[in-house]
């Protein structure tokens, strides 16, 4: 099992720049969770899918972010347009049950 | 609404000496306990949990954890601590009833040395 994946592992651009991230979860997993990770906050989920819906975005700090789940295999976090304080480590995370699954994570950089 | 938290931001240790991390909870409803470790660089990866049954739950790396109810509490211990456990170290919890989604402390850093 190659576990989640994350791609890209990081990104570097510059303000007002869009900014796609994306995830492949462990195959049969089917809830879905996308975190973000700084030393100011530490770690705040963002949202989370179950079976590709949306359940819970109370954690997207604004209207700049939004995530969709086209299928169980995919799922992108993007960022439109991007500002220096979206700097952190993007996490995505699958369960198939109670324990999540990490990917490695995207550091994502805007200067 | 459920909180975790984790008192200790760093805790230095000299290796092969003991450890404890303190994680204490609030929740109003039944819960499932959880501690994850974060290497430099790398997700998260799970080491122990509670959900049911012995309070006691031993996990990887000879890391175990037990459940307190009374005190809310589910600290991390190890007997014998190495270089290689150097990192940082979540507790989290979810509502047993909505088991997937997590709410995470703000984290441990454990640093070992010689």
């Known amino acids: 099992d190659a576990g989640v994946i994350q791609s890209p592992r990081h990104e570097v651009t510059e303000m007002g720049q869009e900014v796609t991230l994306r995830c492949k979860p462990i195959s049969g997993h089917n809830s879905l969770f996308w975190y973000r990770q700084t030393m100011m906050r530490g770690l705040e989920l963002l949202i989370y899918?179950?079976?590709?819906?949306?359940?819970?975005d109370s954690g997207m700090p604004e209207d700049r972010f939004s995530a969709k789940m086209p299928n169980a295999s995919f799922s992108t976090l993007k960022i439109q347009p991007s500002e220096p304080r979206d700097s952190a480590v993007y996490f995505c995370a699958s369960t198939r049950g109670y324990e999540q699954y990490f990917g490695p994570g995207t550091r994502l950089t805007v200067t | 609404a459920q909180s975790v938290t984790q008192l200790d931001s760093q805790v230095p240790v000299f290796e092969e000496a003991p450890v404890e991390l303190r994680c204490n909870y609030s929740s109003s409803v039944s819960v499932y306990l959880f501690w994850y470790v974060q290497y430099p660089n790398q997700g998260l990866q799970l080491l122990l949990k509670?959900?049911?049954?012995?309070?006691l739950v031993k996990g990887i790396n000879g890391f175990e954890a037990e459940f307190n109810k009374s005190q809310t509490s589910f600290h991390l211990r190890k007997p014998s601590v190495h270089i290689s456990d150097t990192a940082e170290y979540f507790c989290?919890?979810?509502?047993?009833?909505?088991?997937?989604?997590?709410?995470f402390g703000t984290g441990t850093r454990l640093q070992v040395t010689l």
């Open positions: 899918f179950n079976n590709n819906v949306p359940i819970d």
């Open positions: 509670y959900l049911s049954g012995s309070t």
């Open positions: 989290a919890v979810s509502d047993a009833g909505t088991a997937s989604k997590l709410t």
